[in-house]
């Protein structure tokens, strides 16, 4: 009896996600009119660790989506003329036209996490990022480019339990690379370079914004209800944008001591 229980709570929470996803997706289709109608740019920056839950993010953000006004950027590792070039270089390229979303799946911020604990750069060009990030920024923000910059936080005993799982996978075993194993040796050189980021690169221009994705779906939800809350687009409800604040929230030096990212 107690089986058939827990089975069909576990059914009615699935039920509760898809309809409240299906209810966002329909609010981003009104965002995107309003996009295409006056002339929006929008930057999307998805960061954080590896399994934090970036692709299936995105991948709820755009579905419904035109492609013609969406695109989603993922960069490999840069060739022999991109390491040779001004840093910001390749980014430039993909950014937002006038009525075109953009999500970056990891960005220029590459350099504050995995270049900087990989050693794929040095230490001159880390510390040059970091005083020009915020300036970088601020300048594509004045020229029309409306950016959004969130971290997807994950504990340390998750993403373990992630990364077994995308290895033995089928499906999945594509996302897995030697950087895996990397990612949990220096768990806490990425949690000392993530504060710096914070530390350096959250501004009033353009902050950063903190998701908790331990609980996928939570975190699915709420980063897309907080990026919907943030743009005016006409038609909005907003009754579905009411944020967790546990889940979605922005960096302030309080974090840690209130134990809101993982250590």
Known sequence: ?????????????????RLSLMQLQVELVK?????IKNDYKIL???EGRDSSGKDGTIKRIIKHLSPRETRVVALSKPSDREKNSWYFQR????????????????????????ERIMGFCTKSEYEDFLETAPIFE??????????????????????????????????????????????????????????????????????????RSDNKHAARLNLIKHLLSQIQYA????????????????????????????P
Not at 1 to 17: F, P
Not at 31 to 35: F, G
């Open 235 to 262: 038609g909005k409800d907003d009754r579905l944008l009411v944020l967790d604040s546990k889940v979605v929230f922005p960096y302030d030096k309080t974090c840690h001591k209130k134990k809101m990212i993982a």
């Open 44 to 46: 999307v920056i998805l």
């Open 91 to 114: 980014y430039v390229a993909k950014l937002p036209t006038a009525q075109e979303m953009v999500l970056f799946n990891r960005s220029w911020y590459n350099r504050a996490g995995v």
């Open 138 to 211: 601020q300048m594509l923000e004045r020229s029309g480019i409306k950016i959004f910059k969130y971290y997807l936080d994950i504990s340390k005993s998750e993403q373990k339990k992630r990364l077994k799982k995308r290895r033995t996978n089928p499906l999945t075993q594509w996302k897995s690379s030697p950087i895996d194993d990397v990612a949990i040796a220096h768990w806490k050189e990425y949690s000392v370079a993530r504060d710096e980021m914070f530390a350096r690169t959250h501004n009033l221009f353009v902050p950063w914004f903190i998701v």
């Open 1 to 17: 009896m107690s089986k058939n229980k827990t089975k069909s709570n576990e059914i009615v929470k699935g039920a509760d996600y």
């Open 31 to 35: 965002l995107q009119k309003a996009v």
